[in-house]
């Protein structure tokens, strides 16, 4: 799989079990209640339907920036994670992985796309707005660390 997307000093490459502390690194930096280094091994080794992307320093190709990933079940792509470094937020690596995700999807014949995020979540929804996701819904207390809900986001990708 070439995601296919690349800048002077960004790729994107797929995920593998190396990337796994580092990427756990990044979601105890970005989320309250992180994924463990086990859920990950999991998602890469035993779950048929999960994808994961991860962006990388073309000039330090070791250190994972950031990363994201899906499942692809029939014909819908549901982003499980995404999440950047602190260092690097606002460099447009969330773009950059959003549509390495949508271009995966697409090639994997997804015809949909779904994601939650929190309601307070205001830099990531228009991010998801920009990519072309809309709002679809609420989870109420979707997420049990907080009892915060959450907005349900789609985008057509066929």
């Known amino acids: 799989m070439n995601p296919g997307l690349k800048s002077m000093e ?3 490459r797929p995920m593998t079990i190396e990337d796994i502390p580092q990427i756990v ?3 105890k930096k970005s989320f309250p209640t ?4 086990y859920a990950f091994s999991c998602e890469l080794c035993d779950n048929e339907f999960a994808h994961y992307l991860v962006v990388i320093s073309s000039s330090q190709p070791a250190t994972v ?3 994201g990933g899906m499942w692809i079940i029939i014909d819908e792509a549901h982003i499980t994670n995404i999440a950047v470094a602190p260092a690097y937020r606002g460099k447009s690596l969330g773009k950059m992985l ?3 995700l949508i271009k995966l999807a697409r090639e994997k014949k997804a015809r949909r796309m779904t994601l939650e ?3 307070s979540n205001k830099i990531a929804q228009a991010l998801y707005a920009r990519m072309g996701f809309t709002p679809a819904g609420i989870r109420p207390g979707y997420y049990a660390d907080t009892n915060e809900d959450a907005l349900i986001m789609w985008k057509e990708i066929s």
């Open 10 to 12: 960004y790729t994107l």
């Open 25 to 27: 690194a990044i979601e």
């Open 34 to 37: 992180p994924w463990s280094s």
């Open 65 to 67: 920036l950031g990363y």
């Open 98 to 100: 959003m549509s390495g």
């Open 117 to 119: 995020v929190r309601v």
